[in-house]
């Protein structure tokens, strides 16, 4: 299995505060994404890196911000957290290889439950 | 754009065979099949990539339709550990590590 951690697995937080989700790897993989889940939707992307302090936005990223400092670490801060962001959140990672023919498959770590009241 | 996935559910007794669709608008470079059982992170099965290429699991096919942008996962001898939600991910371009565009999932349930 992937080294993948998610802190913390699970936060019930109230409306209006900040959280920062952590997402760390010890695969030493280049590409780290945070996606979120809700029942009928799948999983859609919050925002996604492709290095150190290189990120970029997803399809449901209002609200979200991302920052990654080190290769390792990829956090994910709502900056003031409402109740339609309760879900639950994966980080997934992948590696980065040079052909273009190149088999980009995601590893997901283990997700975390937030619960904003 | 969200790929779509038919069907939303399926029931299979054992031993049945199922096949799940994924469908896009876009030009497709590569579709990913993940599975997902309760409470659990998804789990990697397959990649299909434009030409032809493809990497996966042993007991699990599957197939990519170029010009029709579709793929279909092929669950042969269904086992219960086959239960769980299928997922298919799609990316129109070839760089590695380009985002995924994951569908909202199909739910198998296999009985004894």
């Known amino acids: 299995d992937a080294g993948i951690t998610q802190s913390p697995r699970h936060k019930v937080t109230e409306t209006g505060t900040p959280v920062t989700l952590r997402c760390h790897q010890t695969?030493?993989?280049?590409?780290m994404y945070w996606y979120r889940q809700d029942p009928g939707h799948g999983l859609r992307l919050i925002h996604y890196s492709y290095g150190v302090k290189d990120t970029d936005k997803g399809e449901v990223s209002d609200g979200y911000s991302v920052s990654r400092s080190k290769t390792e670490d990829f956090l994910l801060t709502l900056e003031s957290a409402t109740s339609s962001q309760t879900s639950v959140y994966f980080c997934a990672i992948s590696e980065s290889r040079l052909d273009l023919n190149s088999y980009n498959e995601q590893f997901f770590g283990p997700g975390t439950r937030l619960t904003v009241l | 754009q969200q790929p779509v996935q038919s069907p939303q559910a399926v029931i299979l007794r054992e031993g049945e065979d199922a096949v799940i669709n994924c469908s896009s608008s876009k030009a497709l470079y590569s579709v990913h099949w993940y599975r997902q059982k309760h409470g659990e992170a998804p789990v990697f099965l397959m990649i299909l990539l434009k030409g032809g290429e493809q990497k996966g699991h042993e007991k699990i096919s599957a197939s990519f339709n170029e010009k029709k942008q579709q793929s279909s996962l092929y669950l042969t001898a269904s086992q219960l550990s086959y239960s769980g939600t299928y997922f298919c991910?799609?990316?129109?371009?070839?760089?590695?590590?380009?985002?995924?565009?994951f569908g909202k999932g199909t739910s198998l349930l296999v009985t004894p």
């Open positions: 695969e030493n993989h280049r590409y």
């Open positions: 991910g799609t990316s129109p371009v070839s760089n590695s590590g380009y985002a995924l565009n």
